[in-house]
């Protein structure tokens, strides 16, 4: 596989992962050094593992990554997503404090879900001889550089549009998960 075909693989497989640091950046104000770190390490670190793992899965799970992937894809992301939508509401008719999602199982389910698509790849590329570590890396890489940016961004926008853009962010995660169930094979 050649670089460019390989950045675009990378930058594309990132832009889920970007769309969800773009509304976790809206809810954090401030965002911290830790949670940039996190967030972009966590987000990279499952999109670079995951097409290893596809790749070693081989034939054995292909029914698995065509059929079920899309499915635990929109479940996780409609879960935060809704999440993020009804926080939104209640932490600005009751002063809820908002939660942080670079921390415990909802970063860990937001890995899994901005990163299984990832899978399929390595999966793919297991049926095209490609060796899997290099691509892993720059796609992990790119993944994780594309977190904090979004991030970063996003915490711009939150600061211009408030909460509204906080609900926002959760119908983005939900959107992306139907975009996501739609397009399966």
Request: glycine share 14%; proline share 3%; no cysteine.
């Amino acid at each position: 596989m050649d670089l460019l075909t390989l950045i675009g693989v990378a930058v594309a497989l990132a832009m889920d992962a970007f769309a969800v640091a773009l509304s976790a950046g809206v809810l954090l104000n401030p965002i911290t050094g830790r949670q940039l770190f996190r967030l972009g390490f966590h987000f990279g670190l499952f999109q670079g593992g995951m097409p290893v793992i596809g790749w070693l899965a081989g034939v054995g799970l292909k029914q698995f990554v065509t059929v079920y992937a899309p499915w635990i894809a929109f479940t996780l992301l409609t879960f935060v997503g809704g999440k993020m939508i009804y926080e939104a509401i209640t932490n600005h008719n009751e002063g809820i404090e908002r939660r942080d999602p670079t921390r415990g199982a909802t970063m860990v389910m937001l890995s899994i879900a901005t990163s299984i698509d990832a899978l399929a790849v390595g999966f793919s590329l297991s049926l095209l001889g490609v060796a899997i570590w290099i691509p892993a890396v720059v796609i992990g890489i790119i993944t994780a550089a594309l977190t904090v940016a979004g991030m970063l961004l996003g915490r711009k926008i939150g600061t211009i549009w408030g909460g509204r853009v906080e609900a926002l962010g959760g119908i983005v995660l939900i959107s992306i998960g139907l975009k996501i169930l739609l397009q399966a094979p």
